[in-house]
Structures are given as C-alpha cells and as structure tokens.
C-alpha cells in the first residue's frame, strides 16, 4: 500500500499537481491563487512611493523568464514590487533581498508579505541602503533600485561587481521630460560600463531600465 501511496504522488509531481519550493511551502497552484488574491484585494491601492501593477508585472516576468533566484530590491516601500519578484522567485527557487529606511512602510511591507503568504521568500531588512547594500556579499543574479534617485549611482558602482553574468540591475523612474541629475548620472554610468548592455522596458508606465551583464 505504502507502495502505492508513493507511486501516486510521484506521478502528481512529475505532472505538477504538487509542486512545492525548495522551502516546503505550499504547493505553486495554491501559491499563484494566494498571490493573485491578494493583489486583486489591493489593487488601486498602493501609494508610498510603490511602483504600478504594470511595472510590478515586468519585474515579474523578467525574473521568471531569465531563472533568477538570487534577488536584492533596494528600497521596499510597503512590499508591492517585493511582492511581484518574490512571487516570481517561488516559482525559481530563489528568494529575495529586500532593503527599507522607514520603520513604518517596512512593518506594512512586512504585514503584506505575511498576506501574500511570500515571507518565506524574502528576507526584509530595516535599515539605510546606503550602508547596507554595499555591505552585502552577493552574489545577485538580479538587482532592482528604487529608492532615492541620488543614490542610484552609488548604488550600481556597489552592487555591480556581485552581479553574476547573465544576470541584470533594473532601476525605477528612469524615463520621462525632466529626469533629475542622480538619474542622468546613473544613465551616464550605465553607458560607461564595457559589460552591460541596457534597455528600456517596454510597456512600463515609469521608467525600468534593466542593464545585464555580458
């Protein structure tokens, strides 16, 4: 009987009715239907500094559709990008980084991650980016920069040596008229660098670029 039992449930994994993350979370199908649920719950309803659904989704697809799995956000807000990668990394096995100055929007980020049901793919950090992030020993398969725009810079020259190639550094809000000089000289830098090469994602509503590393 036992035999049995065996038989059957190899035979669901292999079909994928039963995938389960390397966490031992709940199965993908019951996951997708969590995530999804909690996003319809909150749509319309993300401020403090969040990025759209539109954005959220890129970010989402790009981690999916390149296998990354070892993920640093600079600058959490209340969860909602966090919530899209994070999403995307159970489905790769991977987990996600996440770093926020507020004490406030990192215990709604917290509280949102809990609903979501992606804590376990995340690791939230309550602090100043400007001192973590470059203490972080990677290495990162992707990299994504939405905190003060002044910094971005700083943040690249920090984080790109730990990225692996393949892997890619994306930043919000780098499009638009009238771009602030932390955003030029970020852009600036970008073009500098011999191994990237850098894109403007289609269909985002603020502005992602996402630069990979030859």
Known sequence: MRELVLAVVAG???????????????????????????????????????????????????????????ALEIGTSTGHSGIWIAWALAKTGGKLITVEIDPGRHRTALANFKEAALSPYID???????????????????????????????????????????????????AGWVLGRGIREFLEHLKSLPDANTIMAKGSAEGISISCKR
């Open 124 to 174: 939230a950090r309550l602090g100043d980016a400007h001192q973590i992030v470059p203490s972080l020993s990677g290495p990162f398969d992707f990299v994504f920069s939405d905190a003060d725009k002044d910094w971005y810079k700083n943040y690249l020259v920090a984080v790109w040596p730990k990225v692996v190639p393949g892997g890619c550094f994306t930043a919000h809000n780098v």
């Open 12 to 70: 669901a994994v292999a079909a994928g009715a039963l995938t389960t993350s390397a966490t031992g979370q709940e199965p993908s199908a019951t996951l997708d239907t969590t995530v999804q649920a909690f996003l319809d719950r909150h749509r319309g309803s993300w401020r403090d500094l969040n990025v759209p659904e539109s954005d959220g989704r890129i970010l989402h697809d790009l981690v999916v559709k390149r296998r990354f799995t070892r």
